[in-house]
């Protein structure tokens, strides 16, 4: 016999997976379509760019100019070229046969990022688990990313979806427990804008991020708002 401890854990675990269950669902197109299957703007954005940092990552050349661009062009500071992007690197290597899967796995893995930072998002507030499960859906279904995302395929307003949740949530931990490790872990996942390449959206971000938390340490953090 099941305890109650037993089928609240498992209860848990089901609650946990579901996001995973419908990310795999309704965006399972990009890992069993064809994997000569094309994302929009991925051919003409993304793919070449990640061909620049492969040829000279492979040759054992640091990924600083492409000179298959026009007439050369610097990757340094570039948001097309990612170079400092620790999640390019894994996919870049394992799938160099076909770069044009490798996107649609890209997007793939950030869709998984982008549910479970809006899920514990919303497991750190007060928020019923049927309310965190149907949050966590809506966000994964709203307009923008089903058509910004996989229709056109423009991969800063998929990062901007995928780290916000999780730089808001540390934020909210760093305000509500006064530990600034939390704020150098909000730090560190903000940066991760910045090097995978939604440098215009992390402006946006750093500006409300910044009103928030002025606002949010001047009137003092409402401790009935978290879970304690």
Not at 16 to 29: E, G, H
Not at 85 to 109: G, K
Request: proline share 5%; with cysteine.
């Amino acid at each position: 016999m099941f305890s109650t401890k037993h089928l609240s854990i498992f209860f848990k675990l089901i609650i946990f997976l579901i996001p995973l269950l419908y990310i795999t669902i309704v965006y399972q197109r990009l890992i069993f379509d064809s994997p000569s299957t094309i994302l929009e703007e991925t051919i003409g954005y993304e793919v070449p760019p990640l061909v620049a940092i492969y040829n000279s990552v492979s040759q054992g050349i640091l990924p600083l100019w492409d000179n298959k661009s026009s007439s050369g062009i610097s990757m340094i500071g570039h948001p097309m070229y990612p170079q400092t992007y620790p999640l390019v690197y894994p996919l870049m290597f394992f799938f160099s046969d076909n770069f044009i899967f490798a996107m649609r796995v890209y997007f793939f893995i950030h869709l998984l990022i982008a549910a479970y930072s809006f899920f514990f998002l919303c497991s750190y507030l007060k928020l019923n688990r049927f309310a965190q499960v149907l949050g966590t859906i809506a966000y994964m279904s709203t307009y923008y990313i089903l058509v910004f995302t996989m229709q056109a395929a423009f991969r800063p307003d998929l990062l901007i979806m995928t780290y916000f949740p999780g730089v808001f949530l540390l934020l909210l931990m760093s305000l509500n427990n006064r530990n600034f490790l939390y704020a150098i872990a909000a730090g560190a996942v903000f940066s991760m804008l910045i090097h995978s390449g939604a440098l215009h959206f992390s402006t946006i971000a750093m500006i409300f991020l910044g009103i928030f938390s002025f606002i949010l340490s001047s009137l003092g953090v409402p401790e009935e708002l978290f879970v304690t």
